[in-house]
Structures are given as structure tokens and as C-alpha cells.
């Protein structure tokens, strides 16, 4: 995935905008950049490897040479960001977020048209300079922003810092992933994280519209260069797991959702009498945790945390690139509480399930560790597609998916006409995929949250959320 965020001032900023881009931090992993507008400078920019440490440790030294009113940064999970641009519309800095699924095929026009990339290793080339590019060939930021947004087959969001200190900030197309303004009285904010504004003294003040384009500035507040379009399909993924607790998108705080997410689990498994007998109710840490806490909120059963996650070493923001070592490292950070695993009845809610690689890891450590029953709920309902328009941190092809390799193990490829009705827990097909995940991974018992009860718990209206994942709908 990715962040980022950024801030027009009449002050010295540059402090804020090193806190407000780490405040992005879980969203990425591999690179981590800030760019900044000073009068006399001009602009600056400076970019660090962060796959090892975390972003907050790669900047001291760029913050004592580094100034401005204006600045912006980001943390990338793919390519070097933010990019210098010397362009038609002046010099200015860029950031991105999303997925240009169709790159080939814009570099190849490019060059035939007489455009030269930078190519990195490999021969690839940087997808936010690709961006830069189709924005260049317009007469006007508006009209290349524009143009790049419709030509791009996946999913980009843009923040551009300007050689007068002016910030253009745009929502991709279909307002899949938010991009929020704050306020406070030196000057404005931009931001994925709505969280980020208030620790750094900022009101959010508004949210963009799907397609919505504006540029900020002190002196002239905000100004729509480009209205929002009216149709939205946020991603729904955003709260069930990689948004932060402390946000609110659309008007509704993750945290809170996740609560009710998991109230809806657990009044499913009071009326199908699925999960009786219960000792502890655990959440897969750490997104799973919310979800968990609102089962056993409702479910009236304790809420405990069997095994706690040594984090110290290796948070979620750095984390290792083969399977191997993630798997190892996995292992190594669950420390058990043998008081409340050993003969104990236990229940796991877990944000989604995915590949099931580390979950199943996870169950085979509690019983190793005397728990008496291991059963799952997944927080998501199963998913079926792997997602085409946003940048996760390791992309997931469809047979990469648990759901799919069994469905492919049941019934073959005949099976992939039924996705429907294995997602559907209420069906043959979708207990026959449920009991045989189970017997894979030996949980005592597994359901996926529905679709319908993910659409509650975020309680905004169906049509404007991307359920792409699990339905294959766009």
C-alpha cells in the first residue's frame, strides 16, 4: 500500500511533516521519502531505504538540512517516492498511491512519443514517474491529473508540492482510498489517515470527493480545481484491516467498526449454536484484536489474549520479504500465557483469511501449547479475488487465495461457477469449503463474517463500497 501526507504553512513545517508521514507507517514497508519548499532553497528532497528500520530512524540528519513552509512525504511499499519533476508546469515534488496495473503499456506510448524514463533495476521504471509523465502531457496540472487518472487501469491518488509552496492534492477517481484536509491557523494538511491532522494540531476539515481535485494554499485557503464525481467505491478492506484504529473515513471510525463487526459474529454463532462452551474469546493480533473485543462484548465470554506478539524486534511496519522468514519470525514473536491456553476452550478472531500460511502456524503453536479447541471467525467474508487496485504489500494472484485452492481441491475448476455459493455459508458448497479449511488447519470450527454483516458494520450505503475481494463486483 502506502501513505502520505503533507502541509502548506506560513510557518517553518518541516517537523510536522516528518510526524505525519510516520504517522503512515503501517501502510508500507520498503521506502519512505520527504520532499520540502523553502523561498530561498527552493525545493528539496531526500529518500530512504526503510525496509530494515523504520522511517522515524532514517531522517535525523535530513531534518537539520532540510527546511521549508511547505512540504511533502510518504511511505511507499513500492517505488522511490516523493519524485523531483522539471516539467511544462514548473519543477515540483509528487507523490502517489495505488496501482498503475497497465504500466507497459503507457511507458511504450510514452517512449514512442518521444518521452525517456529513468530506468531502475531491472528496467523498470518508477510508477510515480510514470504518473509525472501523463500528467506532463497536458497543458495543466487539472487536465493531466485528469487525464493520468482515466488512462490508469488500477487505482492513483496524487500530492504535488508546487515551486511556490502550494499543495495539489488529488482523490483517485473512484475514491478508493481517502485523502483528507486539516486546518489550523498557520496554514493546511493533507492526509490518508485522519488521526495524523489531530496529533499535529489540525481540524479535519474536509474530505475529497471521489475524483476531487483542489489546490491549498495559506493565503488562499482551498480551491476545487475539479468537483468530485458521483460515483464512489471506497475500499471496504480499508476498515476491516489496514486502515489505523484512530481514523475515521466517510464518518466512521475504524475502531468503532470493528466493534460492531464482531458483534455481528458473535449473535451469528449464538443462533447457529456454533461455538458452545467457550473459555476465552482472542483476537489474531493486532487488527484482529478490535473485531475479537466486540465478539466477546456481545457474546458475554472473556475476552483474553492467549499468546501476546513480542514486537520490539519485528513490528508489522518491517517485515521480512521471503516466506521463509516471515514464517520464522512469525514464530518467534508469539509468546504464549500458559494459564489461559493449556485445557482451555479458545476462540480467535482474526481480521481475514487470506493464504492461512501463519494461522494455521498459529493454531498448530496453541495446541502445542495444551489448548483443548481452537476455533476461527474471520472477520471478512471468504475472499475470492485477489484485489486489482490497490498495492498490498505482497499482491495476491486468485490461486494464491485459501478459498480458492480448495474450492480447486473439492469440486475443480468446475467450482469457480459456484464462488458465489461458497462464500455463502448457508449453502452445501459453502460448508463443504468451511469443513474442509477446518480439517486443513485443524480449527474446531470456522466462519467467515458475511457479506451483508461487513456492509452493516460500516453502515454506509452498499453502492459506494468496493467489494471487489469478495464478490468480484467493481
Known amino acids: 500500500m502506502g501513505g502520505f501526507f503533507g502541509i502548506t504553512s506560513k510557518k517553518e513545517c518541516l517537523v510536522d511533516v516528518f510526524f505525519g508521514v510516520d504517522y503512515h507507517s503501517h501502510l508500507g514497508t520498503r521506502r519512505g521519502g520527504l520532499a520540502a519548499y523553502d523561498k530561498t532553497i ?110 490508469v487501469e488500477g487505482t492513483l491518488s496524487i500530492l504535488i508540492l508546487k515551486d511556490n509552496g502550494h499543495l495539489i492534492a488529488a482523490r483517485d477517481k473512484k475514491g478508493r482510498i481517502p485523502v483528507i484536509i486539516g486546518k489550523n491557523d498557520d496554514g493546511y494538511s493533507v492526509t490518508f489517515e485522519s488521526f495524523a491532522n489531530y496529533k499535529l494540531g489540525y481540524s479535519n476539515v474536509k474530505e475529497l470527493g471521489a475524483g476531487e481535485i483542489v489546490e491549498i494554499s495559506p493565503e488562499d485557503g482551498i480551491v476545487q480545481l475539479a468537483p468530485p464525481q458521483k460515483e464512489m467505491k471506497v475500499c471496504a478492506f480499508l476498515w476491516s484491516y489496514y486502515g489505523f484504529p484512530t481514523s475515521t473515513y466517510e464518518g466512521v471510525n475504524v475502531e468503532m467498526m470493528r466493534y460492531r463487526n464482531g458483534q455481528i459474529l458473535a449473535k451469528y454463532d449464538a443462533v447457529k449454536k456454533k461455538a458452545d462452551g467457550l473459555d476465552f474469546v482472542g483476537g489474531v493480533p493486532d487488527s484482529g484484536t478490535p473485531h475479537a473485543i466486540g465478539y466477546a462484548n456481545e457474546s458475554g465470554v472473556p475476552f483474553a489474549r492467549p499468546y501476546i506478539k ?165
Not at 51 to 58: A, D, H, L
Not at 380 to 390: A, T, V
Not at 404 to 428: P, S, V
Open 310 to 474: 513480542y514486537s520490539p524486534t519485528w513490528s508489522r511496519s518491517f517485515t521480512p520479504s521471503t516466506q521463509i522468514e516471515r514464517s520464522k519470525v512469525a514464530k518467534m514473536k508469539q509468546i504464549p500465557v500458559h494459564d489461559l491456553i493449556e485445557g482451555k476452550n479458545l476462540l480467535f478472531v482474526d481480521d481475514s483469511i487470506v493464504r492461512g500460511t501463519q494461522l494455521k502456524e498459529t493454531v498448530d503453536f496453541l495446541y502445542a501449547n495444551g489448548a483443548k479447541a481452537v476455533h476461527m471467525r474471520s472477520a471478512c467474508p471468504p475472499i475470492m479475488y485477489g484485489c486489482k487496485f490497490l498495492n498490498f504489500t505482497r499482491a495476491t494472484s486468485d490461486m494464491e487465495l485459501i478459498t480458492r485452492r480448495t474450492i480447486l481441491e473439492l469440486e475443480g475448476q468446475e467450482g469457480f461457477n459456484h464462488l458465489e455459493e461458497y462464500a455463502d455459508a448457508e449453502t452445501e458448497r459453502g460448508r463443504r469449503m468451511r469443513d474442509a479449511i477446518c480439517k486443513k488447519f485443524n480449527f474446531s470450527s470456522l466462519e467467515f463474517q458475511s457479506l451483508e454483516g461487513l456492509i452493516k458494520s460500516i453502515g454506509i450505503e452498499p453502492c459506494k463500497l468496493c467489494t471487489y475481494c469478495w464478490n468480484g463486483k467493481e
Open 42 to 151: 527552493g525545493l528539496q528532497r531526500k529518500i530512504h531505504n526503510i525496509e530494515n528500520s523504520p522511517f522515524r530512524t532514517k531522517f535525523d540528519q535530513d531534518l537539520n538540512e532540510m527546511q521549508g513552509t511547505a512540504g511533502i512525504g510518504c511511505i511507499s511499499d513500492s517505488d522511490p517516492q516523493p519524485m523531483l519533476i522539471r516539467s511544462r508546469h514548473g519543477t515540483y515534488a509528487i507523490s502517489t498511491i495505488g496501482i498503475i496495473n497497465n504500466s507497459a503499456e503507457l511507458i511504450d506510448e510514452n517512449v514512442v512519443g518521444g518521452n525517456h524514463f529513468d530506468a531502475m533495476t531491472g528496467g523498470a521504471v518508477n510508477s510515480t514517474e510514470l504518473a509525472a509523465a501523463l500528467i506532463n502531457g497536458k497543458d495543466s496540472f487539472v487536465e493531466g491529473i485528469k487525464y493520468a487518472q482515466e488512462r
